[in-house]
């Protein structure tokens, strides 16, 4: 599964918990995903910049 995959399940999943805790754990996954997302696309603009 794709990181971006992986966000829209835990959006989807985060929008049908009523639990608190559940939700706040939820939540953090989704964070820490959206870092990782994040990070993978720098990564991939700096592999494919254009030489100087």
Request: aromatic share 4%; no cysteine; glycine share 2%.
């Amino acid at each position: 599964m794709t990181t971006y995959d992986h966000i829209q399940e835990l959006r989807a999943e985060l929008a049908t918990i009523i639990d608190a805790g559940e939700r706040a754990a939820i939540a953090a996954e989704l964070e820490a995903a959206r870092e990782k997302l994040a990070q993978e696309e720098a990564a991939l603009d700096v592999a494919f910049e254009p030489p100087v």
